[in-house]
């Protein structure tokens, strides 16, 4: 379980978007945001209309998914408590959402509309830098997943990929998942089948334990050996 500040958000470094903040200029971004709670299925933002303010989720989860041409839903990520997203606010030119981002749970964010948050980031430098950075970071692991899809076998990847997803839940070399094997697919570049094989092989090792829309990882360890490539796969 994530560490709690003072005010109500994970401290650093889970809460990028305040480090190296001081407590003054925190407070004041904390004022100056709208508090937005939303139900499960309910939307923050939606594909294709224009960037009108930064958010920070504060409570809950989110997920981050994009309509294709056919009208197929894409899951790109999930977005955990300390997170933020729509940084293209602080552009001056007009920018457009690339994916949605819909409510999985009840949840509840900060919102600062692209006014507010560009007169913040004017004059705190910090606050820049840490936006520069949240989105340097989510290109980074764009890359590598980009990079695996290219050069690396599905097993590997795919244990990347749970841990990056079980991270805000993991616990004692444990984590869990609340995703089906469809939303695993499209986010590890695979088909249904693929994934289906892969985790029934690591439920027969006791490595995972999985039902509809749950998965318990039981070994951090097993699975971190596997996405390093150092365990034979199935």
């Known amino acids: 379980m994530s560490t709690m500040s003072a005010h109500g958000l994970p401290r650093e470094p889970f809460c ?5 903040l001081d407590e003054v200029t925190v407070a004041s971004l904390r004022k100056a945001a709208r508090c937005r709670q939303l139900l499960p299925g309910e939307i923050f933002c939606r594909q294709g209309e224009t960037v009108a303010s930064l958010y920070l989720l504060k409570a809950g989860l989110a997920k981050a998914s994009g309509t294709t041409a056919s009208g197929n839903e894409v899951l790109l990520d999930w977005i955990y408590p300390g997170d933020a997203f729509g940084m293209e606010a602080l552009l001056s030119s007009p920018m457009n959402h690339v994916w949605s981002i819909r409510a999985d749970e009840a949840s509840e964010a900060l919102e600062w509309d692209k006014t507010t948050i560009g007169r ?3 004059c705190c430098p910090h606050l820049y830098d840490n936006i520069l950075g949240i989105i340097l970071r989510g290109d980074h692991q764009l890359q590598e997943r980009f990079t695996g899809l290219a050069t690396e076998r599905v097993e590997p990847r795919l244990a990347r990929l749970t841990l990056h997803l079980s991270r805000s839940s993991t616990n004692r070399g444990s984590g869990e998942l609340h995703i089906s094997d469809e939303e695993l697919a499209q986010m590890a570049g695979t088909n249904l089948f693929t994934v289906n094989r892969v985790l029934n092989h690591w439920r027969r090792l006791g490595h995972v334990e999985k039902s509809r829309r749950r998965l318990i990882v ?17």
């Open 218 to 234: 039981l070994h951090i360890d097993k699975l971190s050996a596997i996405a390093e490539g150092s365990a034979p796969g199935p």
């Open 16 to 20: 990028q978007l305040f480090r190296n």
């Open 120 to 122: 913040f980031a004017a």
